[in-house]
């Protein structure tokens, strides 16, 4: 007897079966395609980044155009990486209305004092947590089930440590395995929980988080410091939504791949210097693997026909290794200047190989 997503797969899936299904390792239709697009969404409905990342009503308005132009199988729902530091009580600014916000260059945490004074979460009312959630529930309301939403909770403990301290204060401290520093990933953990928790709630169907600071820790103290913070948050995510939750650290992680596939992260958001053979055969068959086309030089910089390959390159290399839990997209976010015809070109090589 056919299995259900194999009865699906004969058919047509919606997009959000699509993804889920090859996050699962089931049978798909075809490979799913889900770029990190994110700030590039905001010139196609004519706001600024600031507008995108200070409204809910517009951020929710630029994914759904987004949405509507590309029709892509996941879509993204991010400001910035400073959501839960400005939670927790760091102060942001924007150098102009074209960049996305940031934080001041003003530590919010330096002595154990400093993280004891952090208050627990309130995701109804801290910083721009209720804006997020707004949006979401804009973009479920208006997608139905059809799309699958990945919602960013933003930051693992080290990489809002690193927001909160100053990372080159936090990068120290986790040399020194200070108490500040622990303390302030603590409380950094109940806060991405707490919000992650309520973004599932608003309609989130994946959760999706960063580490990125920790990629410069090397391997080991990346073991010894960070990877356990990384694991029992991604179990308090999941005991708490029973949703897939994922860990993106930028750049060449392949040094990383081990301890990354033992964070109990359902997939990993893999930056274009990955090889995805290399990753696939560390990782093994069951971790899903979610990229990596490089979002400089080829989505924003090559032709149209040069995305198409490079696309028809990856998912044909993926599938010549047989690992089937992947979903195509980017290595990372998009330019905010990425070309319409490429984003096509990468929609189009999934869909017609899918044929």
């Known amino acids: 007897m056919s299995s259900l997503s194999e009865v699906k797969s004969a058919t047509t899936m919606t997009a959000l079966q699509r993804v889920l299904a090859a996050l699962a390792g089931e049978a798909v239709d075809r490979v799913p395609v889900g770029p990190l697009a994110v700030h590039n969404c905001a010139p196609l409905i004519g706001v600024s980044l600031r507008e995108y990342s200070l409204s809910a009503e517009k951020l929710a308005a630029a994914v759904l155009r987004y949405a509507e132009l590309f029709e892509p199988d996941a879509v993204w729902i991010s400001a910035d990486t400073w959501v839960t530091a400005e939670a927790m009580g760091a102060k942001i600014q924007a150098g102009s209305n074209d960049q996305p916000l940031s934080g001041n260059g003003v530590p919010r945490v330096r002595t154990l004092a400093d993280a004891q004074a952090i208050p627990p979460p309130d995701v109804a009312r801290a910083g721009r947590y209720p804006l997020m959630l707004d949006a979401t529930r804009r973009v479920r309301r208006a997608l139905g089930d059809e799309v699958c ?70 391997p080991k103290l990346y073991g010894d410091a960070v990877s356990q913070t990384e694991r029992d948050l991604v179990e308090r995510i999941r005991s708490a939504t029973r949703k897939p939750v994922t860990l993106h650290i930028c750049g060449d992680t392949t040094q990383l791949l081990p301890t990354m596939a033992r964070s109990g992260a359902d997939v990993l958001e893999l930056d274009y210097r990955v090889d995805m053979a290399t990753a696939a055969d560390v990782c093994g068959p069951d971790m899903a693997l979610w990229g990596n086309l490089d979002p400089v030089s080829v989505l924003r910089n090559a032709t149209p026909e040069q995305v198409d390959a490079a696309a028809r390159q990856l998912i044909g290399q993926m599938q010549q290794i047989g690992h089937r839990r992947f979903v195509l997209s980017s290595g990372c976010t998009l330019a905010v200047d990425t070309p319409a015809e490429n984003l096509r070109a990468m929609f189009d090589a999934a869909r017609v190989l899918g044929r």
């Open 149 to 218: 939403i990945v919602t960013c909770f933003d930051q693992y403990p080290f990489s809002a440590g690193c927001a909160l301290m100053g990372i080159e204060s936090a990068m120290m401290a986790a040399v020194e395995n200070s108490d500040v520093l622990r303390l302030t990933m603590d409380k950094a953990a109940d806060y991405a929980t707490a919000y992650a928790t309520a973004l599932s709630d608003a309609g989130a169907d994946i959760l999706s988080g960063g580490d990125s600071p920790a990629g410069l820790l090397g």
